[in-house]
């Protein structure tokens, strides 16, 4: 936003109030990750849980403009979803945990250097 704000000498003028929200913290992604899967009623595999604190602590130290706090968070459940879908499709007469369980192959995390 101060970048566009800065990108013209008027605008700051035509925004007087500007509200500041600071990111959410590790712990807060990771409790909205949950939110999320509970209220879709999924899980996260210990080794998908681990995954996704180290992605998401990765890219909180090393912030590049892809980073979008929560929004990154949303996106990376909507997509471990689907494939969780995909995997299971290929699976005959998948048990309730795996329909419930999103795994660590699940998580396609977007890092700074590609797929990991």
Not at 35 to 62: D, G, P
Not at 66 to 80: D, G, L, Q, W
Not at 83 to 109: F, M, W
Request: glycine content about 2%.
């Amino acid at each position: 936003m101060d970048e566009f704000l800065n990108s013209n000498p008027g605008l700051p003028s035509r925004f007087p109030i500007q509200v500041s929200f600071p990111d959410y913290r590790l712990d807060e992604l990771m409790q909205i990750a949950e939110m999320m899967l509970e209220q879709r009623e999924y899980q996260l595999s210990s080794y998908a849980r681990q995954k996704l604190r180290k992605h998401l602590q990765n890219q909180m130290h090393h912030p590049h403009r892809r980073f979008s706090n929560a929004r990154h968070v949303r996106n990376i459940i909507e997509k471990s979803i689907r494939y969780q879908a995909v995997r299971l499709i290929q699976k005959t007469n998948p048990s309730k945990e795996d329909l419930i369980t999103i795994g660590s192959d699940d998580l396609h995390c977007e890092s700074s250097s590609g797929l990991w």
